[in-house]
């Protein structure tokens, strides 16, 4: 079906239908004389009249247009495409999960709010938090989340000065845009040569100014920052939080925890480290913790057990208040909740043992082919920079896209800002020896055509639905929907 | 080993041996001793996936479901039908389990769905442009009303009280911390007062948003909003249900700027409250300052039609420090669903369950109001939701309707304390003549 090639709007014929409804029985009125006709609109909406086999037969066809996790392997740093459980799939999708009402009576609803109650309990213990609101949507929604709990904590004492947020330049991109929204400045901090914050510029910004710091750690690079403590206790005497990004917590589930190590606002992502699928691009779910004291800002309503009944708790008075409709994504947190049961304490820990291992196991086969700027032991993924000997100047994008034809997903690229021409690689645990050795020979095949027929990757993929796509002409001439006019 | 962890022993013994490590231990050297977790995680499991499936059923098995219960609450969240394949086909896993879009050559699937779902929301709103959506209603609202600020460059907005509570509460912890002043708008009978929102639209206010039907199932006047509006140069926000532009007139026959609203009814399950997905939808001229990831029609190097994300400038990733919007990750999953819904639907079936969940909310509040004993609270035209007020509380009513396997209304007092015995009920297509006069019945006697 690689041809497949047609809009649903050009299969629309007038007439044919894919729904069925019973007719309606509360008798015939006139929709008019109910309501104004001045409210009605005089036209249809313009939706595609197709049959339910067209429709079955379209979307089937398009999504074997797609790679998934299940496709094959995904190395994607900084994105944990672990495999995605189908059992969590049918826990999420069990009736009195799925079709029950956000704002049902709290005595029909006890299992939903004891999940999401134990769920809190369970990150709380796997981050060193006091306590988790599962309300955020996806991780940057957490940032965000996070970061006004930060600056309610410094508005809480009185401290009305503190406008800025301290990103190292090695941070996800979300961080620095997740500090503007909340209304922050932004103050970036160059990292060391090893990609680690550098203490003396971290000093030398350092102020009364200063409402905290947004830290992952591992860093973007893969790299355990090992002055973590020393880290938090300069932010905590110039009166600053500690912030951490949770896109890496693969590779620390019980070895280290952030709440150990002097962070006191944290945010996990669901859709990464506890296998819940991406969707495409969503629902994620960016869950966030606190440390003790901070726990009266978290977004309301708190769940909370009280005389054996689970309640929703909206009498927080110096909570930010809510930062999405309802609780959060539900049917993501019973899929994580799932995965974590399925795990086990041990099982977590076993993961992220796993997700290093193979990614130290690839970092060591590849290095002798591609540039690898820090040689040190990684964690759970590791960072190249382009490919070595490259007199061809075959870049980064033109192995990722000859990575396609090989029927791969590619790794990252150019991601960190911080590395040139970088190839970001995580291969998470759920990937076995065999699967890292073919990607590995791949790899290196490449590095060799990049000598001896660098046009094969320069004009790369050869072998995909639509080859390399034109994004000049995308923007430049914006075509952003099907228009029946200009067919 | 675990099922999730295919590497063996063995496997395990002969990495670490050409990596040059002794043990796992060796991987980790990098974290200082004084941060290692000295204790086992305090976490159930491992579970078999057997006694995960029955823990998890007992667990479900404490809640009540809509199939359990007939359902007359709305506000918000709707039991509308979810035809079968909708759910079949979002389950095909080289959707779900796909990331972002960001290799467009083998994303074509996703990219397509998305330019799909892009033009169909634009029919249903009217508009130009919309994005491959946002996290959910209420955050799609505060993102336009981050656009209006942005374009009107002014720092106040004004949003009628008649909004949905949770959308309002929502806007105002996001403006809080962007210095930018949230106005409410009295209502007057069940709408948006119209000579408050004069007195109030000045100078300042760089945007005005009202729901449309509004929180009570109510049809505001859109006309004389729209031109106090833009009078003012001010941007005209509408949160809308969207199945009821099925039959009512679209925001843009009203001249609005910017139409947002909750995805979930077009064939999302109410999941106790998420995942759904927001819509934002824009003219051209606002379509620069609209935040998300749009999809964008182009060809391949062959010349074949083909999909890419576009317009990037606008994206987090590259305005790192100027972001007005950080939204990444959005709702994928849910937008596929709701475009694989609003295909089967399609142009008439989007009308039809408009039309029945219209008029059986009309059949039902005739048969409620017949006796006396409940009034309806604003008479005014109305969608598919509508208040009632008696002299009985409505957690009683609500109370004596679950005795009956009834899902009763929303107590509207939580919200809005002058509006004491206040009951807002819902009713879609699935509800049946049958189900309506028992609820009546029992409604009578409480």
Known sequence: MKDYNSLIF????????????????????????????????????????????????????????????????????????????????????????????????????????????????????????????????????????????????????????????????????????????????IIEIESDKNGAVDLEKLKAVLSDEIAGLMLTNPSTLGLFEQNIKQIADLVHEAGGLLYYDGANANAIMGIARPGDMGFDVIHLNLHKTFSTPHGGGGPGSGPVGVRKDLVQFLPIPTVEKKDAKYVLD???????????????????????????????GDGLKNASQEAVLNANYIMNKLKKYYYLPMDQVCKHEF???????????????????????????????????????????????????????????????????????????????????????????AARNLILKWDKNKQ | ?????????????????????????????????????????????????????????????????????????????????????????????????????????????TLQVIFEYQTMICSLTGMDVTNAS??????????????????????SVVVSSTVHPDVRKVLKSYMRFRDVEVIEVDMTDGVTDIEKLKSLVGSNIAGVIIQNPNFFGIIEDMTEIEKITHANKSVLINYV???????????????????????????????????????????????????????????????KRAFVLTLQAREQHIRRYKATSNICSNQGLNALIAAIYMTTMG???????????????????????????????????????????????????????????ILGGYGLDKDYPELKNGLLLCVTEKRTKEQIDKLAQVMEVI
């Open chain 1, 10 to 185: 050009e299969l629309s014929k007038e007439g044919r239908k894919a729904y069925s409804l019973p007719p309606c029985d509360v008798g015939e009125t006139r929709l008019d004389s109910l309501i104004p006709s001045s409210f009605l609109r005089d036209d249809e909406v313009d939706l595609p009249e197709v049959s339910e086999v067209d429709v079955v037969r379209h979307f089937t066809n398009l999504s074997t247009k797609n790679y998934g996790v299940d496709t094959g392997f995904y190395p994607l740093g900084s994105c944990t495409m672990k495999y995605n459980p189908k059992i969590n799939e049918d826990m999420a999708a069990l009736s009195r999960f799925s079709d029950i009402h956000p704002l049902q009576p709290e005595e029909t609803v006890q299992g939903a709010l004891e999940l999401m109650f134990n769920l809190d309990s369970m990150l709380s213990e796997i981050t060193g938090m006091e306590r988790v609101t599962l309300q955020p949507a996806a991780g940057a929604h957490g940032e965000l989340t996070g970061l006004m709990i930060i600056k309610a904590y410094h508005e809480n004492r009185g401290d009305k000065k503190r406008n800025k947020i301290i990103v190292p330049d090695s941070a996800h991109g979300t961080n620095p845009a997740s500090a503007a929204v909340a209304g922050f400045e």
């Open chain 2, 241 to 303: 249900d969207p199945i009821s532009l099925g039959i009512l007139k679209s925001p843009a026959d009203y001249g609005v700027d910017i139409v947002v609203g909750e995805g979930q009814s077009l064939g999302n399950s109410m999941s106790f409250g998420g995942p759904y997905l927001g819509f934002l939808a824009t003219n051209s001229k606002l379509m620069r300052k609209m935040p998300g990831r749009i999809v964008g029609q182009s060809d391949d190097v062959d010349g």
């Open chain 1, 383 to 473: 960072v190249l920079s382009g490919l070595l000997d490259n007199e061809n100047h075959v870049s980064t994008l033109d192995v990722a896209k000859r990575l396609l034809d090989y029927g791969y997903h590619p790794p990252t690229i150019y991601f960190p800002l911080i590395v040139s021409d970088a190839i970001m690689i995580e291969p998470t645990e759920t990937e076995s020896v065999e699967t890292l050795d073919s990607f590995i020979d791949v790899m290196i095949k490449i590095s060799e055509e990049a000598k001896e027929n660098p046009e094969i990757l320069k004009t790369a993929p050869h072998d995909t639905n639509v080859r390399r796509i034109d994004e000049v002409k």
């Open chain 2, 1 to 109: 080993m675990h099922r999730y962890i295919p590497n063996t022993e063995a496997d395990e013994k002969q990495m670490l041996n050409s990596i040059g490590a002794k043990s796992i231990e060796d991987l980790f050297v990098d974290i200082p001793k004084n941060l290692r977790l000295e204790k086992n995680l305090n976490i159930h499991g491992p579970l078999s996936e057997l006694e995960l499936s029955n823990h998890m059923k007992n667990l479900s098995n404490s809640n009540k479901s809509v199939d359990d219960l007939v359902c007359f609450l709305g506000a918000g969240a709707y039991d509308h039908y979810i035809p079968s394949i909708v759910k079949h086909l979002a389950m095909r896993s080289e959707f779900y389990t796909a990331y972002t879009p960001y290799q467009p050559e083998i994303s074509q699937g």
């Open chain 1, 314 to 344: 909206y009498d927080r008075p110096h909570s930010i208040g809510k930062v999405k409709s309802f609780y959060g994504h539900f049917g993501v947190a019973v899929k994580a909740y799932a995965y974590i049961l399925s795990m086990g």
């Open chain 2, 134 to 155: 946002m996290y959910d209603g209420a955050t799609a609202c505060v993102e336009a009303a981050i656009m209006a600020v942005e374009s009107a460059r002014r720092d």
């Open chain 2, 347 to 405: 142009k008439k079936g989007i009308k039809e369950v408009a039309e029945q969940s219209a008029k059986k909310a009309h059949y039902a509040m005739n048969q409620l109001t017949k006796t006396g004993k409940f009034k309806l609270l604003f008479d005014k035209p109305f969608f598919k939701e509508f208040a009632l007020t008696s002299s009985v509380e409505s957690t009683r009513i609500n109370k004596g309707l679950l005795h009956h396997n």
